[in-house]
């Protein structure tokens, strides 16, 4: 495997490149194609010396494609055709020209890659454009597993189930795949989000009082019995390690800017997803983190000596003021974007460039992936 030669496709700001390099496996990424300039921007800070395209990828021709040296394709299509929360296009969707774009060049291509890897949203398996990824894979020789994964597979403390594929040019099955996916990626024991359930998600009324807790206490943010009983399982896995693990140290981060503001607090207290420093779960983070509240990712709960139901009992009988004073009381922050990249494997040398919004880092991170996990299925492709 000594100097694997890597194009980075959809390259974003670089979580394939750190995943290589975590991976230790002897490999030099050969060009990094994308056309967000944020991303791009951020890429370049942390990867100057590595070719960066700020091209769209059906605009490289085939020529092109050949004249680059490269053994392995490792690529995160753009996302928004398959997720639960959009239109679902698919491959009617114009975003995903350029990924059929690679599906069309890969049979032409004088020297096929050895290796490919792709990532993409919970409900690509289900999608058209994975049967065409599929099709076109075994008719040009390809060996392939496919896995849905998410960081508490790997102790991470954060919910991010994705679907990769993992394929090599190989004639050979290699039977014991299947076997080896399971040791790198064992299943929590129990369903960690409901992302992960098969059966769609059931709206909950946008307004209504927090129900009671069978067991004791306040349901918040609308939850069922049956969600606080899968949060409660979670946090007691001692397989998976602690929120606080993750966090910057107080004496860098200026809390007093990423508290949750009055209007916020007062309009979404029931939707909001709490943790606590030794919490070991954490819902997905995504491009709306900061803006959007349902949905988007958790929020940290400073003040730990306050009792969530001493706060949440009794709110709704409560005025606005007194109610904002008791959800005060929580210090209810956002995480920065430095500990969102820390939940998503980002090593400490991984940093911004100082003219990039915290809005526009929030977005670039929730459109990349977890480098823990790429890492460990790029070690199980190689071995």
């Known amino acids: 495997m000594e100097g694997l030669r890597v194009l980075e496709l959809y390259s974003g700001i670089g979580g394939m490149h750190y995943a290589v390099q975590e991976s230790g496996i002897p490999a030099q990424v050969v060009a990094a194609i994308d056309i ?8 370049k800070h942390n990867f100057p010396d590595t070719d960066l395209w ?54 032409r291509l004088c020297r096929r ?7 993409n949203v919970k409900g690509f398996e289900s999608s058209s454009a994975r049967e065409r990824l599929v099709k076109t894979l075994m008719e040009c020789g390809y060996t392939f597993q496919e896995i849905m994964v998410s960081p ?9 189930l994705r679907y990769f594929l993992i394929a090599k040019l190989s004639t050979d099955i290699d039977s014991t795949w299947s076997s080896k996916m399971l040791d790198a990626f064992p299943l929590p024991a129990e369903s960690e989000s409901p992302e992960q359930r098969t059966s769609s998600r059931p709206l909950r009324p946008a307004t209504g009082q927090p129900e009671e807790d069978p067991r004791g206490g306040v349901l918040y943010k609308q939850e069922t019995a049956v969600e606080v009983q899968r949060k409660r399982s979670q946090n007691n896995d001692l397989s998976v390690r602690q929120i606080g693990d993750f966090l910057q140290p107080q004496t ?39 803006r959007y509240v349902e949905g988007t990712g958790s929020v940290l709960q400073c003040c730990t000596e306050t009792e969530m139901e001493d706060v949440f009992r009794g709110l709704d009988q409560l005025s606005e003021d007194e109610k904002l004073q008791k959800l005060l009381k929580l210090k209810l922050r956002y995480f920065t974007p430095r500990e969102v990249a820390n939940l998503m494997g980002f090593p400490q040398s991984f940093s911004f460039p100082e003219q990039v919004s ?15 996990v790429v890492a460990r299925l790029l070690q199980l492709l190689l071995s």
């Not at 508490?152 to 991010?160: H, K, L, W």
């Open 113 to 119: 890659p050895r290796f490919i890897l792709l990532e």
């Open 252 to 290: 860098e981060v200026n809390a007093e800017n990423y508290l949750l503001p009055p209007k916020t607090l007062l309009r979404y207290a029931l939707l909001l997803d709490i943790v606590q420093p030794t919490c070991r779960r954490s819902v997905c983070f995504t491009k709306g983190y900061g």
């Open 36 to 43: 967000n300039p944020t991303a791009n921007q951020i890429y």
């Open 152 to 160: 508490t597979s790997v102790g991470i403390p954060n919910s991010r």
């Open 358 to 372: 915290t809005k526009q880092r929030y977005r670039v991170l929730g459109n990349s992936l977890h480098v823990g």
């Open 54 to 107: 700020n091209k769209t990828i059906e605009g490289i021709s085939l020529d092109d494609f050949n004249k680059l040296p490269f053994d392995m394709i490792l690529m995160s299509p753009p996302c928004q055709p398959f997720t639960r929360i959009g239109l679902q296009g698919d491959i009617a969707d114009p975003r995903t020209k350029s990924f059929l774009y690679i599906l069309d060049l890969l049979p």
